[in-house]
């Protein structure tokens, strides 16, 4: 089969790569002039799946909205009588009641366990650095934030997940570089976990399908799909091309992408923000990957340089840096590991991301045959990626699934949304 994915993120290259593997012949079309300039560009740089962790969570909403008026919050917002954004954030709090939450969190790890298993495939085989590391923790501040992982945490244990409740003293001994300064409750240890560089990763699984047979054409913006019997249009700008089918893994792009097909989905694009910095102190630096379980903040050591991610901003369609998600940035980076790197100096980045209310991706077919998403992946999609494309080209392969897809599919939104 023909075959186009329209997005060159690390989900549609994931796609791309699998397609080709499959036997297909495959063209990947992207609107800029690489492959992850956008919301892969500075992913959370975590990527398994026992520190994945949904915003919707029992307790969140209460927790998120009293930080809201504080200099450093986990979430921000631009526009406050946005209405679209108002119905997909009261959507999104819906999702924390412990029954709705248990099951999400139960379908993005079963997808996110398969794809670090692909991804350690891959390494193996194709002798991949993209700077990986293994162990995290989760920091929890206070003995209230424990008490509120609970469920999340009892999950773990029905999952087999390996992990360690640590107290202060095993927590800086495992990870010496930890500051003294800032107290906290505790720290789960996930020795398993993997982190890494995903733009890095990008690109070499780029080359991977190239040498495939995947084309890349980049500067090309789809305009409208247009689906039709025995195939599918893309209008590009001056041109059309006829394929057999369509996969859009387009991020945020996807919304405008569907809609010209009259296919409308709860995804909204919410601003995910990450920093890079030089370490000036190798010995202060942490060897071990860190989640803030406060803020919501991801921080990661690859290579010679410190990334730092997190944070979310809803109701903004531009590219400029809302203080408070800088603050929040800087602050658990200053936390943890002071004197390791000059925070404020950073480089700091922001783009949107795809996000559904129950934070788990779309990945199939819609009501079109030759139409297929792969899609609102979030901040999740570095850990997310390698099993969404597999799970992509094995359902156009025709071929039966490594892994159960349900919930995964849009038939969990009934036929209204296909």
């Known amino acids: 089969m023909r075959l186009a994915v329209i997005g060159g993120g690390v989900v549609g290259v994931s796609t791309a790569y699998y397609l080709a593997e499959a036997g297909h012949e495959v063209a990947l079309f992207e609107r800029y002039g690489n492959v992850a300039q956008e919301a892969s560009f500075g992913n959370l740089d975590l990527m398994g799946p026992s520190g994945l962790r949904l915003w919707a969570t029992p307790g969140a909403p209460s927790r998120i909205f009293s930080m809201l008026f504080r200099p450093e919050s986990p979430l921000a917002f631009s526009a406050r009588f946005e209405p679209a954004m108002w119905r997909w954030l009261k959507r999104s709090m819906s999702e924390s009641a412990l029954s709705r939450f248990k099951q999400n969190q139960q379908r993005l790890y079963r997808l996110a366990s398969y794809s670090q298993e692909l991804m350690q495939h891959l390494v193996q085989t194709r002798e991949l650095d993209f700077q990986q590391r293994n162990s995290m923790m989760i920091m929890f501040r206070t003995a209230r934030e424990l008490e509120m992982a609970h469920p999340y945490m009892e999950l773990l244990g029905e999952f087999g997940s390996r992990n360690e409740l640590l107290d202060p003293e095993a927590a800086r001994l495992l990870e010496p570089a930890l500051s003294t300064e800032t107290p906290f409750h505790s720290a789960l ?148 590991f002071p004197n390791a790197a000059n925070y404020r100096a950073a480089s700091f980045w922001c783009a949107p991301t795809a996000m559904l ?62």
Not at 222 to 236: M, N, V, Y
Not at 371 to 400: C, E, P, Q, Y
């Open 189 to 336: 240890h996930v020795p398993d976990d993997w982190a890494g560089n995903c733009p890095l990763f990008v690109r070499q699984l780029k080359t991977l399908s190239q040498d495939l047979g995947v084309e890349f054409h980049f500067n090309s913006e789809i305009q409208a799909i247009r689906p039709e019997l025995g195939g599918t249009t893309l209008q590009l700008e001056g041109r059309n091309v006829d394929v057999d089918a369509v996969v859009i893994a387009a991020g945020s792009d996807s919304v405008r992408l569907l809609k010209t097909m009259g296919i409308s989905l709860p995804i909204y694009p919410v601003k995910v923000y990450s920093a890079s910095m030089a370490i000036q102190e190798f010995e202060l630096a942490p060897q071990t990957s860190l989640f803030d379980d406060t803020y919501r903040v991801g921080l990661t050591r690859l290579g010679k340089r410190i990334r730092i991610a997190g944070c979310a901003e809803l109701g903004s369609s531009n590219l400029d840096l809302h203080h408070k998600a800088v603050n929040t940035l800087v602050k658990v980076a200053d936390d943890w």
């Open 357 to 418: 209310p129950e934070g788990v991706p779309l990945i199939g077919p819609t009501r079109f045959s030759n139409v297929f998403v792969n899609t609102g992946h979030g901040s999740a999609a570095w850990a997310l990626a390698a099993g969404s494309g597999k799970l992509m080209a094995d359902i156009i392969t025709g071929l039966r699934t490594e892994i159960d897809t349900d919930g995964l599919t849009l038939t969990r939104y009934g036929d209204r949304m296909r």
